[in-house]
C-alpha cells in the first residue's frame, strides 16, 4: 500500500455501519463510540428532528399525531435520503463534534446494492461531514469482525443476518468468490410474527411487541422445552386492548418461511462454490454474524440444512462494525479490501 493512502486515515476516521434496525460508529483509536437503533422522531408539521436512535425508538408506537417516527432505511438500503442524512449527522455530530476536522469513513454496504443504492449513502456520508469514503462489503466487514482468516488460500463462509438483508460470502485470498444478498432479515421475522398473530388470534400488535416476541420465545428449529410468553395487543373484532399467551413452537411455525428464504441462499451459494473451496468448507463450516444470528437455534437449524459446522462468531451484532473498525485501525494490512467511490 501506498504511503499515500496510509496517511489518509488518521486521526478521527470512521467507520460506520448504517443498518436498517441499528447503526453503529467506530472511531479510530476509541473503537465503538456507537450503537443506536436507526429511528428518527420528526415534527409532523414541519419535518423537524426531534430524536434519532434511542430515544426515538423508545417513541415507536406511543407518539400523537404531531410526532413522527421513522426508519431511513428499509432492506439494507435508503429510502429516504433526507432522513438518512439528518439522522447520520445528528450521530457523527455526537461522536466528532469539531467541523474543522472532517473524518473521512469507511461504509458497509450489502453484497447486492445497486450503483445507484450505494451512492444514495456515500452521498449522505459527504454531506454529514466527511471528507472522503470508502465502500466496504458487509459480508467482507463481518469476516474480519468474526475473525476469520479472509487472506488466506483457504474459503471462509459467512452469513450474515441483519435487520434489512441477510448476506452470504465465500471469502478466499482476501476477495468475495461468491455472495448473495437476500433482502430478508430479522425484521421481515418481526414481520412474519405481527402477521401470523393477526391471522391466528384476530390481534393486532405493534413493532416492538413483535420484537419482543421473536426475542422471548423464537427459534428456528424445536426446542427441546416449550417456552411462552404473554403479548398484548389490539383485538380487531372489539378494537378493545387482549392478552394472548403464544408458545415457541406457534411462533416458529409463523417465521418458518422467513428462515427457508435464509436457507435458502446459503444453499445457492454453495451449491455455485468451487469444489476445492467447497472442501476446505466441510471442516471449516460457517460463522452466523449479525442480530439474526441470536435466534434460538440458528446455527442448529444452518448445520441441518448444510451438513456443515456452523458456530454463531462472538458479539455477533457488532461483528460488521468490528470488521470495518479494523480498515480504519489498520489500513496498511487491509488497503486492497476498501473500494474508493467512483464520481460521475
Known amino acids: 500500500m501506498s504511503t499515500r493512502r496510509s496517511t489518509r486515515l488518521l486521526g478521527r476516521d470512521l467507520a460506520v455501519d448504517l443498518g436498517t434496525a441499528t447503526t453503529l460508529v467506530h472511531q479510530r483509536g476509541r473503537g465503538i463510540v456507537l450503537d443506536e437503533p436507526t429511528v428518527v422522531a420528526l415534527d409532523a408539521a414541519t419535518g423537524r428532528l426531534l430524536a434519532a436512535g434511542t430515544p426515538a425508538y423508545e417513541m415507536v408506537g406511543r407518539t400523537p399525531a404531531a410526532v413522527l417516527t421513522r426508519r431511513p432505511l428499509s432492506d439494507g438500503v435508503i429510502t429516504d435520503a433526507d432522513l438518512t442524512e439528518q439522522m447520520l449527522r445528528h450521530f457523527v455530530s455526537r461522536v466528532s463534534p469539531s467541523r474543522l476536522l472532517r473524518p473521512q469513513m469507511v461504509v458497509c454496504v450489502p453484497s447486492g446494492v445497486t450503483p445507484v443504492e450505494r451512492r444514495a449513502l456515500e452521498d449522505a456520508a459527504i454531506r454529514c461531514g466527511a471528507r472522503r469514503v470508502f465502500v466496504l462489503e458487509e459480508a467482507m466487514a463481518a469476516a474480519i469482525g468474526a475473525d476469520l482468516p479472509v487472506h ?32 430478508v432479515g430479522g425484521n421481515a421475522v418481526d414481520e412474519a410474527v405481527v402477521a401470523g398473530v393477526k391471522a391466528r388470534h384476530d390481534l393486532l400488535l405493534g413493532e416492538r411487541s413483535a420484537e419482543h416476541i421473536k426475542l422471548t420465545v423464537g427459534a428456528a428449529a424445536p426446542l427441546p422445552e416449550v417456552l411462552r410468553t404473554r403479548v398484548r395487543g389490539r383485538d380487531l373484532s372489539t378494537g378493545l386492548p387482549r392478552t ?30 468451487p469444489p476445492e473451496l467447497a472442501g476446505d468448507l466441510v471442516d471449516r463450516g460457517a460463522v452466523l454474524t449479525g442480530g439474526g444470528a441470536l435466534l434460538r437455534a440458528m446455527d442448529q437449524r444452518l448445520h441441518r440444512e448444510l451438513g456443515l459446522p456452523v458456530r454463531v462468531a462472538e458479539d455477533p451484532q457488532r461483528a460488521v462494525i468490528r470488521g470495518a473498525g479494523a480498515c480504519v485501525e489498520d489500513v496498511g494490512a487491509l488497503d486492497r479490501l ?7
Open 152 to 183: 488466506q488460500a483457504s474459503a471462509c463462509l459467512v452469513v450474515d443476518i441483519g435487520g434489512g438483508t441477510t448476506d452470504v460470502a465465500v471469502i478466499s485470498l482476501g476477495g468475495v468468490v461468491n455472495a448473495r444478498s437476500l433482502r
Open 244 to 273: 394472548v399467551t403464544l408458545d415457541s413452537t406457534e411462533v416458529r411455525e409463523m417465521v418458518e418461511p422467513v428462515l427457508a428464504r435464509i436457507v435458502e441462499v446459503v444453499v445457492e451459494v454453495l451449491d455455485l462454490c
Open 338 to 344: 476498501l473500494v474508493t467511490p467512483q464520481r460521475w
